[in-house]
């Protein structure tokens, strides 16, 4: 778990993050690139000039994030959860 993290110039290129806890991270200039993210969590996440390039981005939450010049390019992230659907 890196829930609440503070993270400034880091790169988890290549890495295989599955079902990882990122919930309230705080990023700015890191990299996922290339990573394997598989039902982590990005819940309440603040994210400023971070890449995910190329990325499994499957079962993925990013609900409530705030993202700011994110790049989600080649990556799968139709397949990522960015809202919350409300059910009656």
Known sequence: ?????????????????LHTNFNGIR?????FNDSDLYFSTFINARMDDTTFRDCNLKKVNFCESKRVNVDFKYSNYEEALFREEIRF
């Not at 890196?2 to 290549?14: E, K, L, N, V």
């Open 1 to 17: 778990s890196w829930a609440g993290s503070i993270m400034s110039d880091c790169d988890f290129t290549g890495s295989d993050l």
């Open 27 to 31: 990023t700015r200039d890191c990299s």
